[in-house]
């Protein structure tokens, strides 16, 4: 894949905040490939920073960070899909100067998704989307939308639905400071509506948790849909965090997919526990 034009990406425009919205963990700038992941409801950065040691250096990893959280912890969070993408497709653009594939878990399936969809429209194709935690887009949310209960309902809906981190809720300052991003990143979601259009032109695996009760199997393989090219299905032991509970073998199984496409020329390491 050749890198991005200017009239494509708008270089000059957003290009000196890309590395704000989408920092790198360790650099790798030989790398042959940009795996860029986004996270679920409430993450940022730190929700992938074991990643890149267990990963090979031809793959450099970025993570989209958001306002409201880590070094953005004072910006407002955004509440609106349209916006967000827009945002984010143009700070992106300028960091594709070589294959990329995108890797998103629950808001960030849907995210990596649209993102995906924007870059299509200006010739950019991912090698490889991998959707996690999140039944297709075309499909309806069978729960209702929580993102306007009041913080005690709130956080209650939050623990049913084991929606965020167990410290985090066992933390009353941590709360204070993710509840507000936390609704802002569900107000997305549960706002968002999907617009129909012709599927992707790459491979798309979507995982799911075998115990996660916002997903379904048959949730998941409606993803197939949305691409014109192969597509698997991988379901892990665990709840809607299996991310980070079977992390070795959802990153073995990442970089294995990555690899049989001959995109990457160095072996991959031996995942970290």
């Given amino acids: 894949?050749?890198?991005?034009?200017?009239?494509?990406?708008?270089?000059?425009?957003?290009?000196?905040?890309?590395?704000?919205?989408f920092p790198v963990l360790k650099p790798h700038p030989n790398?042959?490939?940009?795996?860029?992941?986004?996270?679920?409801?409430?993450?940022?950065?730190?929700?992938?920073?074991?990643?890149?040691?267990?990963?090979?250096?031809?793959?450099?990893?970025?993570?989209?960070?958001?306002p409201g959280r880590g070094p953005r912890l004072r910006e407002q969070p955004i509440v609106h899909m349209g916006t967000l993408i827009e945002t984010l497709?143009?700070?992106?653009c300028p960091l594709l100067d070589r294959p990329f594939a995108f890797f998103g878990h629950s808001l960030g399936a849907i995210v990596a998704f649209e993102v995906a969809?924007?870059?299509?429209?200006?010739?950019?194709?991912?090698?490889?989307l991998f959707v996690s935690g999140n039944i297709a887009p075309q499909l309806s949310d069978p729960a209702l939308p929580i993102h306007g209960l009041p913080d005690d309902a709130f956080l209650q809906e939050l623990e049913e639905?084991?929606?965020m981190p167990q410290a985090v809720l066992d933390s009353k300052e941590l709360l204070e400071i993710l509840l507000p991003v936390v609704r802002a990143d569900f107000t997305l979601l549960e706002n968002y509506a999907y617009d129909s259009r012709p599927p992707l032109h790459c491979p798309i695996t979507a995982f799911g948790g075998?115990?996660?009760?916002?997903?379904?199997?048959?949730?998941?393989?409606?993803w197939r849909t949305q691409t014109t090219e192969s597509f698997d299905v991988l379901m892990l032991e665990g709840d809607h965090f299996f991310l980070d509970t079977k992390r070795p073998l959802l990153m073995d199984a990442i970089a294995r997919r990555l690899l049989r496409k001959k995109t990457l020329c160095l072996p991959v390491r031996k995942v970290l526990h």
Wanted: proline residues 6%.
């Fill in 161 to 163: 639905l084991n929606g």
């Fill in 1 to 21: 894949m050749q890198g991005p034009n200017n009239h494509q990406c708008g270089f000059g425009r957003i290009a000196s905040s890309s590395s704000l919205w």
């Fill in 117 to 128: 969809g924007r870059l299509r429209d200006r010739g950019l194709v991912p090698v490889h």
């Fill in 210 to 222: 075998l115990e996660d009760p916002r997903t379904t199997k048959s949730g998941l393989e409606s």
């Fill in 89 to 92: 497709v143009e700070a992106l």
């Fill in 31 to 66: 790398s042959s490939l940009l795996l860029i992941c986004f996270p679920y409801a409430g993450g940022g950065t730190a929700v992938f920073r074991a990643w890149p040691d267990a990963l090979t250096e031809a793959i450099e990893l970025r993570v989209a960070q958001l």
